[in-house]
């Protein structure tokens, strides 16, 4: 199982990125995905999931209503926009591979390597 994350970078507060994992290694249509982010001195913290068919999606509450994640089962690939960012957005961002196909917050079993987001004021 490989997921390769990008699209970080820097940003203003109130700005926009979109962040890309490309997966390969296991049949990706089967298993739900999700986005989970470690700012410094912090414990890892979910953000986003989404199940197998992209027809169901679950955010965290910091972020719900400035955040999308998505998928495309056909590329293998699933992204994560994220609209009026704040400083507290201010992350290092992994994407990950579910045990399953439906959405939970726990139970994810492979990671990539993560992404820095940093969001200026």
């Known amino acids: 199982v490989q997921l390769q994350a990008s699209g970080g970078g820097l940003v203003q507060a109130g700005g926009s990125l979109r962040l890309s994992c490309a997966a390969s290694?296991?049949?990706?249509?089967?298993?739900?995905m999700g986005w989970f982010r470690q700012a410094p001195g912090r414990e890892r913290e979910f953000v986003a999931a989404?199940?197998?068919?992209?027809?169901?999606?679950y955010y965290a509450e910091t972020v719900k209503g400035r955040f999308t994640i998505s998928r495309d089962n056909a590329r293998n690939t699933v992204n994560l926009q994220m609209n009026s960012l704040e400083p507290l957005d201010t992350a290092a961002y992994f994407c990950?591979?579910?045990?399953?196909?439906?959405?939970?917050?726990?139970?994810?079993?492979?990671w990539g390597q993560g992404t820095l987001v940093t969001v200026s004021s």
């Open positions: 989404i199940d197998w068919s992209g027809g169901a999606t």
């Open positions: 290694g296991f049949t990706f249509v089967s298993y739900a």
């Open positions: 990950a591979k579910r045990r399953g196909s439906a959405i939970r917050t726990t139970d994810y079993d492979h």
